[in-house]
Structure formats: C-alpha cells, structure tokens
C-alpha cells in the first residue's frame, strides 16, 4: 500500500470551541507538504466527557512519510492550538 490514513487525537476541554479548533486544524493540515490533498482531511469529535472533548484528525500520507509526519504534525497541531486558543 504506497497510502496510509494518519489519524491523530487530542484531548481538549470541553470550554474550547470546537468550531475554531476544526477550522485551526483544517487549514494548518492544508498547508503540509506531506499531506495529500487529493484525499480527505477530517477533524471530528470522537467522544465527550464532563470535563473534556477527545478530537480525531484524520489524513492521509504516502506510506513511507507517515512517521516522519505523525510527529512533525502533532508538534504542529499542538503550536497552533496554544497560539490561537490560549488565553
């Protein structure tokens, strides 16, 4: 298989607003090299506790990147969600 489905999660309170989060993540994922954008991109709510929101983002890669790009995303993800979301 020369593709393969990245699928990170994050835990967040349940105060942030999962409206921006999805648009934060979407257009930071949209702007990965290593990403394709031919494919899907998805940023979704998988589960809901009193006190968090565990998010699941979803995209794909070509197989030999997938771990070099794991990383680097998640580093990413996690910038943009303490420049944008903390007060």
């Known amino acids: 298989e020369e593709e393969r489905l990245l699928i990170l999660d994050f835990m ?7 409206t ?3 648009l934060l993540f979407t ?3 949209t702007k990965e090299p290593m ?3 031919e494919k ?3 940023v979704e709510v998988d589960r809901l ?3 968090h929101a565990k998010i699941i983002v979803k995209a ?3 197989n030999k990147e997938y771990w070099p790009e794991r990383t680097h995303l998640l580093e990413q993800l996690k ?3 303490e420049k944008k979301l903390c007060d």
């Open 12 to 18: 967040v309170s349940e105060k942030t607003d999962i």
């Open 20 to 22: 921006k989060l999805r």
């Open 27 to 29: 257009e930071a994922m």
């Open 35 to 37: 990403i394709l954008q």
């Open 40 to 42: 899907p991109i998805s």
């Open 49 to 51: 506790t009193p006190y």
């Open 60 to 62: 794909w890669v070509k």
């Open 79 to 81: 910038i943009c969600m």
